[in-house]
């Protein structure tokens, strides 16, 4: 188990009398990540509504702030005891044997339009065996030919612009990932969160976009940027693709400032601290998808 430490501060300038915002910035509550404590602190006097997504922990704040400064600060401290499953041992399943709730993540979304990558998908991964071996395969494609460069894409690149530009930011990479996956018939899907142990020189800490994929029924932690390791990746938001599990939402003209965020690993109430790395099992922060039932 890692425990890590984590602050958040997102800071905006309302110009309008007023302006919405829905948040996804609170820590995901799932079967492995548990939240040990929390605050959320917000400049103006107001009351946020709360959302939590039972099925995929994922927790929305909606607000309504008046004109001028606002800063929303969370801090958490999460627990994190990942499932582990020896990579050999996993496979894909087929349509038929897919939990109910896989389905939406076989099929395109907004910025993964695995529709029109199937023709290479399968030219490229179709012949290979079938089972963590080929998504791996495909994590090490997108990783090998794509180019972290931060600046190089914004709120509209998708997976298809990812592939002719080959380049791109950790969302950009995971689009790609979950596109060529959901061409094969794999259940992909976003996560949005936050790494720790990135190198310094892509930049200040920022929130970072990662896979999850299903083998043998339950969904593993795939990162195809390879900026950190997934032991340190924390959940935040789930979804089909970043539209899904956008950080913030804004409503109104509003000009922001860049996140400032910090994550660090910390020793448990037992004086133990174990730092993230990499390791030869596959990770999971979810608990098992439920069988299929008949209609």
């Known amino acids: 188990m890692v425990r890590m430490k984590f602050s958040i501060v997102l800071a905006y300038d309302i110009v309008d009398s007023s302006a919405d915002f829905i948040f996804n910035i609170e820590a995901s509550r799932t ?3 548990h939240v040990v404590s929390e605050s959320l602190h917000i400049s103006q006097p107001l009351q946020p509504d709360s959302h939590v997504d039972r099925r995929l922990g994922a927790r929305l704040l909606r607000l309504k702030a008046a004109r001028g400064a606002l800063t929303i600060r969370y801090d958490a401290v999460v627990d994190i005891d990942h499932h582990r499953a ?5 496979q894909e399943m087929t349509i038929a044997d897919l939990p109910l709730e896989a389905l939406p993540y076989i099929l395109p979304s907004r910025y993964c339009q695995s529709d029109r990558l199937q023709k290479f998908a399968t030219a490229e991964f179709g012949g290979l065996p079938r089972g963590y071996s080929r998504v791996w395969a495909i994590q090490q494609w997108v990783r090998s030919h794509v180019s972290f460069r ?3 894409s914004d709120g509209s690149t998708s997976a298809m612009d990812t592939i002719i530009e080959r380049g791109g930011v950790c969302r950009d990479f995971a689009h790609l990932m979950i596109a060529l996956c959901r061409a094969l018939n794999i259940p992909a899907r976003f996560v949005s969160g936050i790494d720790y142990g990135a190198d310094p020189a892509l930049g200040p800490t920022d929130f970072h976009a990662y896979v999850e994929v299903m083998l043998s029924g339950r969904w593993y932690l795939f990162d195809p940027s390879g900026v950190s390791a997934p032991m340190g990746l924390v959940r935040l938001g789930t979804g089909r693709d970043a539209a899904d599990a956008a950080f913030a939402t804004v409503f109104g003209m509003v000009y922001s400032q860049p996140p400032f965020i910090l994550i660090e690993a910390v020793t448990d109430e037992h004086g133990q601290l174990v730092m993230p ?5 596959l990770l999971s922060t979810m608990g ?8």
């Open 150 to 152: 931060s600046g190089s």
């Open 86 to 90: 020896m990579p050999q041992e996993l």
């Open 288 to 295: 098992m998808e439920p069988a299929p039932t008949a209609s």
């Open 277 to 281: 790395q990499y390791s030869e099992h």
């Open 31 to 33: 079967a492995h990540q």
